[in-house]
């Protein structure tokens, strides 16, 4: 259920604004139909979701058509013209630079970068939100930026970072294959965060875009020769505070 | 830290220690050049520590040592080797080396024990670390090597050096006896240590840890919590990876409602239930959670207290089972 400013909302009201089958009117469509009460304050908060979301899906697809590279932390390699490597694998932004720069090159000079899925997560949220955002309204609300996983990272994306049980789960939320009988050998495969990309579809950085069966089967093949338990997609996820980034938006644009 | 193995220490460790790897290698093959029955005697010494072998390894190939090596070294060797295949692109070029080998244990054993004070070697010599300590843990349930790796966990983290596989690694052991070697460092002089701690228990942020009463003081909370719950956990197998508060374990109420062991690898009984705890789990899951909860912990209180008074308590109907544990009741007490 869709409730704007106190009051429930029809999807018809807001999906015509949007392509038959597109993204944006799955997700509205979802929300209307579930038992749980999605709240907003505006029609333009929901829209701002709505967009990110997008967004978030446009950037994955992009990432992945670049040719940024597979490396597990201890062998993450960066421009360090935009970016200085940290002893723990990520990538801080060097004093100096633009931070809308410095995301802009992972994907210009995407062959100088490796890294691991999870950092991959992360230039996928700052890319999406550079969308969005005007550069200097991203590069004054980013100062700083330092790309690993869930750690180090900004206050205003930490809720991607906690991952939780959902009653919808919705194009562009952050998930995760487990799989915990991984090889020991392969530590780098006990898992796979993916974004939801609709339609059954999930990016994975170094997996690619396939649906869940196939990133099962993935995972399936990198487990220790006693395994007895699955890959599997985990009952949750992972979701930046939509209605806070909207805040930052919507008073810089006022 | 020291090795973990006692006795006379070798030359080529003495040297690497005191004057660095490349003096190693020049002495080494110097060795080989003048000398080869020295320095196959040295190299299959058993007390050399395993990153002596690890640097020395394009010596050994030069010198064509492999044959005369010793078992412990030329399995060790293999098990390195096995490593950097599968790290190659398309992977294994046909190391046929089986990681369920008794023998490849205690070679691995040797690996971790005798490598863990050199961390730090080189980011190869720590990935080998790694998945030795991997292997020994999940292939072979290698509990006493769990107070070494947290150890490396913690000299890492002090360093600012990459530690989420590790922790990974370390909590696969899916074993109590991990979260209580971790509690430990809530009472470590080095503030670094102690908010690890915190993070690794999941312990909430607004716990003070600010001097070592504070710090006892949740030690032992803690511990206690453990001693309560130990026989109920499981291990949910949430990493770094997954999220930036992963919560390594979780206790299964219906197990602590019923008494009975959980699983360590999930909210599951380790033992089939009976029939008459199918019927107490259904009325037990009817209720909402926080009393699920209240009910669990009153359940397991009485079942260490008292037995005998713990078995009539289960024959009432939970509703009646909630009421005494909320408010007490004058029979039971």
Redesign the interface.
């Known amino acids: 259920m869709i409730i704007i400013s106190g009051n429930t909302v029809q999807p018809g009201d807001i999906s015509a604004a949007y392509a038959q089958g597109s993204v944006e009117q799955v997700i509205i469509n979802r929300l209307a139909a579930s038992d749980e009460r999605y709240s907003y304050d505006s029609l333009d908060q929901l829209k701002f979701e709505l967009r990110m979301r997008n967004e978030i899906i446009a950037a994955s697809r992009e990432l992945y058509q670049s040719r940024m590279g597979f490396e597990?932390?201890?062998?993450t390699r960066c421009n360090p013209m935009y970016w200085k490597r940290?002893?723990?694998?990520g990538f801080l932004l060097k004093d100096g630079v633009k931070p809308s720069d410095a995301i802009l090159d992972i994907f210009k000079n995407s062959s100088q970068y490796g890294t691991?899925?999870?950092t991959a997560m992360m230039i996928v949220y700052y890319k999406a939100l550079l969308n969005i955002f005007p550069k200097d309204l991203f590069d004054k609300t980013f100062p700083r930026i330092e790309l690993m996983?869930?750690?180090h990272?900004d206050r205003l994306l930490?809720d991607v970072?906690?991952?939780k049980r959902r009653k919808d789960y919705l194009p562009g939320d952050r998930r995760?294959f487990?799989n915990?009988d991984v090889?020991?050998?392969?530590?780098?495969w006990?898992?796979e965060?993916v974004i939801d990309l609709g339609g059954g579809l999930y990016y994975g950085h170094g997996l690619g875009i396939y649906d869940s069966e196939s990133i099962i089967k993935a995972l399936n093949g990198n487990r220790?020769?006693?395994a007895d338990?699955s890959a599997h997609l985990?009952d949750s996820a992972?979701r930046p505070d939509f209605k806070r980034l909207f805040s930052i938006y919507s008073r810089s644009t006022s | 830290m020291n090795s973990g193995y006692a006795g006379s220490v070798n030359n080529l460790d003495c040297i690497r220690r005191t004057r660095g790897m490349s003096a190693c290698r020049n002495m080494f093959r110097k060795l080989g050049q003048e000398n080869r029955q020295t320095a196959i005697r040295l190299i299959n010494d058993n007390s050399l520590l395993f990153a002596s072998l690890f640097i020395l390894q394009p010596e050994i190939k030069d010198f064509n040592l492999y044959g005369e090596l010793s078992e412990r070294n030329r399995i060790a060797l293999n098990i390195c080797e096995k490593i950097a295949d599968v790290k190659k692109p398309g992977g294994n070029s046909g190391n046929s080396l089986s990681l369920n080998d008794e023998t490849v244990h205690m070679v691995l054993l040797w690996m971790f024990h005798t490598g863990a004070a050199d961390d730090g070697l080189s980011n190869e010599f720590d990935q080998i670390l790694d998945i030795t300590a991997s292997i020994l843990i999940k292939t072979h349930h290698e509990n006493a090597i769990l107070s070494s790796v947290a150890d490396l966990i913690f000299r890492r983290n002090r360093k600012g050096a990459y530690i989420h596989d590790i922790v990974w690694i370390f909590f696969q052991a899916r074993n109590a006896q991990s979260l209580q070697l971790i509690a430990g460092y809530l009472r470590s002089p080095v503030q670094k240590d102690v908010e690890l701690a915190r993070t690794l228990l999941n312990l909430r942020e607004d716990i003070k840890l600010r001097n070592s009463s504070e710090k006892q003081k949740w030690y032992n909370e803690y511990i206690s919590w453990l001693n309560e719950n130990s026989p109920y956990l499981y291990f949910t197998g949430e990493s770094f990876q997954l999220t930036n508060s992963p919560s390594a374990c979780d206790v299964n109420l219906e197990a602590k409602y019923l008494g009975k062991n959980s699983s360590p690898r999930g909210p599951k009984p380790l033992t089939p239930l009976t029939e008459e705890e199918h019927i107490c789990l259904n009325h037990f899951n009817e209720v909402q959670e926080e009393e699920k909860a209240r009910l669990a912990e009153y359940s397991s209180k009485l079942h260490r207290e008292n037995q005998p008074v713990w078995s009539q308590w289960m024959q009432y109907p939970v509703e009646e089972q909630l009421q005494i544990a909320k408010y007490g009741r004058r029979e039971l007490i």
């Open positions: 597990v932390f201890r062998e940290t002893s723990e694998g691991e899925c999870a996983n869930w750690h990272i930490q970072g906690f991952i995760y487990a915990p090889d020991p050998l392969t530590p780098e006990q898992g965060n220790s020769e006693d338990e985990l992972g």
